[in-house]
Antibody, heavy 118, light 107 residues
Framework: QVQLVESGGGVVQPGRSLRLSCAASGFTFSSYGMHWVRQAPGKGLEWVAVIWSDGSNKYYADSVKGRFIISRDNSNNTLYLQMSTLRAEDTALYYC???????????WGQGTLVTVSS | DIQMTQSPSSLSASVGDRVTVTCRASQGISNYLAWYQKKPGRVPKLLIYAASTLQSGVPSRFSGSGSGTDFTLTISSLQPEDVATYYCQKYTSALWTFGQGTKVEIK
C-alpha cells in the first residue's frame, strides 16, 4: 500500500536550518510529482513546494521562496525539504503528498512537526 | 498569482441538511480545482478533483461543480462524520494554492 513517512522535524532556533525527509513506498515514486504542504497551529493548509517526477522543475510558495529547497532521490524513493533561515512563522506540521498527472494530492503522509523558537 | 477565496469561513447546519461551500479563483483556472476534507488530528483527504470528479471511496453525498472562476462543493445530506474543515485548491501551472478553508459544524 502507498506509504509516505516524514521525518526530520523538531525544535530549531530562528535563523537556523533543518532538513525534512519523506520516505515513499508502495508506488512508483519516480512517476509522481511530490509536494510539501504545511499547517501552522490553528491555521489552514498552506501549499509549500512541488517537484516534478523527474526533478526537472521545482516551484515554491512566495512565503518560502529563496529559503527552502525541495529535492528528491528517485533511486532511494525519498523527498526532501531543506529549510534555511527559519522564522517563527514557519512553525507548522509539514506534510508530504504525491500527485499524478491531472490528479492532485491523493496520498499524504502523517506529517512532521517543525517548531521554530528560541 | 491566482488567489482562491472560500465562503463562508464557517457554517453550522443540521444533520440531513444540504450544505454548499463556494470557492472563487481570482483568474480562470478551467476545471483544475480540488476539494479536501481536513479533520483535527487527521491527514487531509482528497474528496473531489477536476472540479466534479469524485475520488474513489468518497461518499456520493459529496459533489462538486463549476469551471473557470466559480466552484461549489455540496454535501447533499450532512452527516455527523462530515464535521471538518474543507479546502479548495487550484492546481494549474506552478503554484498549487489553497483557499482559506470553511469549517462545517453540526447545529
Amino acid at each position: 500500500q502507498v506509504q509516505l513517512v516524514e521525518s526530520g522535524g523538531g525544535v530549531v532556533q530562528p535563523g537556523r536550518s533543518l532538513r525534512l525527509s519523506c520516505a515513499a513506498s508502495g508506488f512508483t515514486f519516480s512517476s509522481y510529482g511530490m509536494h510539501w504542504v504545511r499547517q501552522a497551529p490553528g491555521k489552514g493548509l498552506e501549499w509549500v513546494a512541488v517537484i516534478w517526477s523527474d526533478g526537472s522543475n521545482k516551484y515554491y510558495a512566495d512565503s518560502v521562496k529563496g529559503r527552502f529547497i525541495i529535492s528528491r532521490d528517485n533511486s532511494n524513493n525519498t523527498l526532501y525539504l531543506q529549510m534555511s533561515t527559519l522564522r517563527a512563522e514557519d512553525t507548522a506540521l509539514y506534510y508530504c503528498a504525491r500527485n499524478q498527472w491531472l490528479v492532485p494530492l491523493d496520498y499524504w503522509g502523517q506529517g512532521t512537526l517543525v517548531t521554530v523558537s528560541s | 498569482d491566482i488567489q482562491m477565496t472560500q465562503s463562508p469561513s464557517s457554517l453550522s447546519a443540521s444533520v440531513g441538511d444540504r450544505v454548499t461551500v463556494t470557492c472563487r479563483a481570482s483568474q480562470g483556472i478551467s476545471n483544475y480545482l480540488a476539494w479536501y476534507q481536513k479533520k483535527p488530528g487527521r491527514v487531509p483527504k482528497l474528496l473531489i478533483y477536476a472540479a466534479s470528479t469524485l475520488q474513489s471511496g468518497v461518499p456520493s453525498r459529496f459533489s462538486g461543480s463549476g469551471s473557470g472562476t466559480d466552484f461549489t462543493l455540496t454535501i447533499s445530506s450532512l452527516q455527523p462524520e462530515d464535521v471538518a474543515t474543507y479546502y479548495c485548491q487550484k492546481y494549474t501551472s506552478a503554484l498549487w494554492t489553497f483557499g482559506q478553508g470553511t469549517k462545517v459544524e453540526i447545529k
